[in-house]
């Protein structure tokens, strides 16, 4: 079936200190990737919509300035957390939807989780 | 908008015992309808699904029926195992590549 790889699986860094997480589809080409953060015991929260070649789409209450989403090739999408902050530690997924699907579901990444010190 | 309404966990069950989990939803038309599996510390994983109303998805001993007139499609398995413990996530997909998710219900199972 379809695999989508993130990395890191996790990561530690220090305040002020910027991130950069990757969602690679593996054997599918994935016209659109969804970052989702998700804290403790909580559901997913949609943060991004991105479409290769073009300007992600955020949801509402997410800094765009703050969470940098680059799709820049079908199989590949970044979330750059900059200027991170302890409160910016989470766990963090993407998933990634194929070309050529109807009603397919999401392929999801194992996750990254983010602490700032 | 779309919301999808799950039970509250943690659901704690002993070996062979049977499970359910409830999950409702509210949509416009016909959305799809979906049962995700996340163990601890991994991203998501897709359970089962379900396209149209009736349907019954399935997969690894878990069942879920799409019912339209209870709005509901939830979650049960005759005889849940320790490996089964993880949270569940019920999500319905409509049109924009959406998938709206609910709260997740945590299961855990005791030997």
């Known amino acids: 079936g379809a695999v989508v790889s993130q990395h890191p699986s996790w990561v530690i860094c220090k305040s002020g200190t910027s991130v950069k997480i990757e969602c690679r589809s593996l054997?599918?080409?994935?016209?659109?990737m969804f970052w989702y953060r998700q804290f403790p015991k909580q559901s997913l929260m949609l943060m991004a919509t991105?479409?290769?070649?073009?300007?992600?789409?955020?949801e509402q209450g997410v800094e765009k300035d703050k969470f940098l989403i680059n799709h820049a090739s079908l199989t590949l999408s970044t979330l750059t957390v900059t200027s991170a902050h302890p409160e910016d530690s989470s766990f963090y997924i993407c998933s990634a939807r194929g070309t050529g699907t109807g009603v397919s579901p999401l392929h999801f990444g194992n996750g990254t989780r983010l602490t700032v010190t | 908008g779309n919301s999808v309404t799950q039970m509250e966990g943690p659901v704690t069950l002993s070996e062979e015992a049977f499970l359910t989990i409830n999950c409702t939803y509210t949509?416009?038309?016909?959305?799809?309808l979906f049962w995700y599996v996340q163990y601890p510390g991994e991203g998501l994983q897709l359970l089962l699904k379900?396209?149209?109303?009736?349907d019954k998805g399935s997969n690894k001993g878990f069942e879920a029926t799409y019912r339209k007139e209870t709005t509901s499609f939830h979650l049960e398995k005759g005889s849940v195992q320790v490996s089964d413990s993880a949270v569940y996530f019920c999500?319905?997909?409509?049109?924009?590549?959406?998938?709206?998710f609910g709260g997740g219900t945590r299961l855990m199972v005791k030997p």
């Open positions: 949509a416009t038309g016909y959305p799809s």
């Open positions: 999500a319905l997909f409509r049109a924009g590549n959406m998938l709206t």
């Open positions: 991105s479409n290769e070649g073009s300007k992600a789409t955020y």
């Open positions: 054997d599918f080409q994935a016209t659109t």
């Open positions: 379900a396209t149209k109303a009736d």
